[in-house]
């Protein structure tokens, strides 16, 4: 076959018709600008209406609108926006998650399920063969251990079981024997080069073996097909096969015993398979058949009238940390699923030591099981199940786009070619960099440099702390914005003097919204930021209780602004000197609210600034500028203030404690409803 209709040309159409979603950040900033570009229109259109019917010059007007749209509209976003990704990015890279995308940063603190492999993500991927079972029974085979398999008999003498076992895995397999500094290495896939090991920890001798073998045919290990084969000259042609115990032992119809071979027990095989799976073992059947001279040049034959030899089990502990970090995600509301290839009891029994949820209780399945259910069945069982074993790529693709249609925002790990449709169509794709293909790394989002769970839980936090520093940002300017709009509003309703000049307008957005919001995006993550549920993939940039709180803060700099502005007048001081201080007013405010909007909970005073020093840096250099503008005739002439009395700074000091009080009222208020809803009841703003 050729092209789309060989193997590697299905993965690749997979690949290709899979369309990589829209990340939720993405979309909610998406719905934000245009919540914004919609209000701040009808701001300006409202205010320049508003100014003609007062009389105003059209020409004033016009500048005065213009100066507001600049100085509402939140221009300087973008750029917060994408330093606080770049951060994300260079941190997640200290923690080992490398980002091919910046969209994708957010999209793993937005994430509701994560489906993880198990072998070397959860697991260590040191494979190392402890036990062995024949129709002896048990076999033990740890390293130290004393078993050696017998060297005389026949191929089929009862006594070589092990070996003709250990043969049909040293054979049939993909690892390479390497000479370095005068020893030989073992390089290939874990699971393979544990089984050169252990052969030559029990006796044989795997690279002599290996020179005297004359292979006819080989079928190296598919997912699909779930064994290896291979057929070797060994005075006629034998076929030697490993793999899943269930696929193996279907096609067996003798096993080898003491008194040479019977017919075969499937069941009391596969129970012992099942004995050593519930331990954790991972376990490989091995068979053999001795093939007609005639079928020596053929095609690979199928694994049928084998006599089965024994079972191969191997162990592979957990990563240190991942435990702890499978009981993060939980807390935070991630639900971790493993989506294995392994044998559903090694799967189910990893998942229970790892305290991955639901896996004690039934809640496992098989590719078979998946197999046979509609997508009703399907949905039922993402939502119920937590471990799914003897999967195979396109069901992990199904899996994933089953999640997605319920409403989870789903990340998924993946290291071979057969998961790159899969890794392409979840949210975030997350792909091994030190096991997997190339062609996985180049389907997903994020690379693991340590193919490790814990890396994951790790980036979600950093995910959690890119998303709620673009939110801070956001808060942050929606208040500065909504203080200037009623400020300006509510002089034009009075049919006062407009209290800012154009220039005005566009200062204020330099001082108090030029560095203010970069400098906000390198905030630290908060303590508890992995103990909160993850935020529903319908919820907006700014959540409803943000812009509450937004317009109500708003609402006290505007209203503190126009305050100043007719103490200035009713004292007798010029219009110079009332804008000055209506101005100093929303400065020294916003520059006080900076630091209220760098958490939704804390109090202002609990806050350390010494945790962010470039806002610290960021607030005070370009108010003190200001002060200095206050009294420096050029920028006096520009933006048509002057300097007022310090009786107007002590009222000044009033509206900002009162943006201060107003913030950590609203923010105990919020905490109360918090302690007091019940579990998972949405919390009003």
Not at 100 to 127: C, Q
Not at 204 to 214: F, K
Not at 223 to 230: C, F, N, S, T
């Amino acid at each position: 076959a050729i092209g789309t209709s060989t193997e590697l040309g299905r993965i690749a159409e997979r690949i290709r018709s899979t369309e990589r979603p829209v990340t939720p950040l993405q979309a909610r900033m998406a719905r934000f600008a245009n919540v914004v570009t919609m209000a701040v229109l009808a701001t300006v259109v409202v205010s320049f209406a508003l100014g003609l019917w007062r009389g105003a010059d059209p020409a004033d007007m016009f500048l005065v609108a213009v100066a507001l749209a600049v100085a509402v509209i939140p221009e300087g976003l973008p750029i917060a926006f994408t330093v606080a990704l770049a951060l994300g990015v260079r941190r997640m890279a200290d923690r080992n998650a490398l980002v091919r995308s910046l969209p994708a940063v957010e999209t793993l603190g937005s994430t509701d399920v994560i489906g993880s492999d198990k072998t070397g993500t959860l697991t260590a991927n040191r494979m190392t063969v402890v036990e062995a079972w024949t129709s002896d029974g048990s076999i033990g085979l740890a390293p130290g251990g004393e078993a050696r398999p017998g060297t005389s008999g026949t191929l089929y003498d009862p006594s070589n079981a092990l070996a003709a076992s250990l043969r049909s895995a040293v054979l049939a397999n993909e690892a390479d024997l390497v000479h370095v500094d005068g020893r030989v290495e073992h390089r290939g896939d874990p699971t393979e080069t544990a089984l050169l090991e252990v052969a030559e920890r029990v006796g044989l001798r795997v690279e002599a073996l290996r020179s005297a073998a004359r292979i006819v045919a080989v079928l190296p290990f598919e997912p699909a097909l779930q064994y290896a084969a291979v057929v070797v000259d060994e005075e006629g042609p034998v076929l030697r096969v490993k793999g899943a115990p269930e696929r193996i032992v279907a096609g067996c119809t003798t096993i080898a015993t003491v008194s040479g071979q019977a017919a075969i027990d499937r069941e009391a095989v596969l129970a012992a398979a099942a004995r050593m799976a519930e331990r954790g073992l991972r376990v490989l059947a091995a068979a053999e058949r001795r093939l007609p001279a005639a079928l020596a040049g053929e095609s690979m034959p199928e694994p049928e009238g084998l006599l089965f030899t024994g079972l191969i089990g191997m162990q592979d502990p957990p990563r240190a940390g991942v435990e702890e970090a499978i009981a993060a995600c939980q807390r935070a509301g991630v639900r971790v699923l493993m989506i294995t290839g392994d044998h559903v009891a090694t799967a189910r029994a990893i998942a229970q030591d790892l305290g991955i949820d639901g896996a004690g209780d039934g809640g496992a399945m098989t590719g078979a099981d998946l197999e046979a259910l509609d997508a009703d069945g399907l949905g039922r069982a993402v939502r119920e199940v937590s471990v799914f074993a003897r999967v195979a790529p396109d069901q992990k693709l199904a899996i994933v786009r089953s999640l997605q249609a319920q409403g989870a925002v789903v990340a998924v790990t993946g290291d071979g070619i057969n998961d790159a449709p899969a890794l392409k169509a979840a949210d975030i794709g997350i792909a091994m960099g030190a096991s997997g293909t190339d062609v996985a790394r180049e389907a997903s989002d994020m690379v693991l440099t340590d193919d490790a769970f814990v890396s994951i839980a790790a980036a979600v936090e950093e995910g959690r702390v890119v998303f709620e520093n673009v939110r801070k940002v956001v808060s942050f300017l929606l208040a500065t914005g909504v203080a200037t709009i009623l400020s300006i509003l509510g002089s034009l309703l009075a049919g006062w003097p407009l209290p800012y000049a154009p220039a005005a307008l566009l200062w204020l957005n330099v001082v108090t919204n030029g560095l203010d919001d970069v400098a906000l995006a390198f905030d630290p993550g908060e303590p508890d930021i992995l103990d909160r549920p993850p935020r529903r993939r319908s919820e907006g940039i700014v959540s409803a209780m943000l812009w509450r709180r937004a317009i109500v803060i708003g609402l006290a700099m505007g209203s503190g602004s126009l305050w100043l502005f007719r103490w200035a007048h009713g004292v007798g001081l010029t219009l110079e000197q009332q804008r000055g201080a209506a101005l100093t007013t929303l400065v020294m405010a916003m520059s006080i609210h900076t630091f209220n909007a760098r958490s939704e909970r804390r109090l202002l005073f609990t806050i350390d600034p010494r945790t962010n020093p470039l806002l610290l840096g960021a607030v005070v250099l370009p108010t003190l500028g200001h002060v200095f503008a206050l009294g420096w005739a050029p920028t006096q002439s520009l933006l048509r203030i002057d300097a007022f009395p310090a009786a107007g700074w002590g009222r000044i000091a009033l509206v900002c404690a009162a943006v201060v009080i107003i913030s950590d009222a609203h923010k105990l208020w919020r905490r109360r409803l918090e302690r007091a809803r019940p579990v998972g009841a949405d919390v009003p703003g």
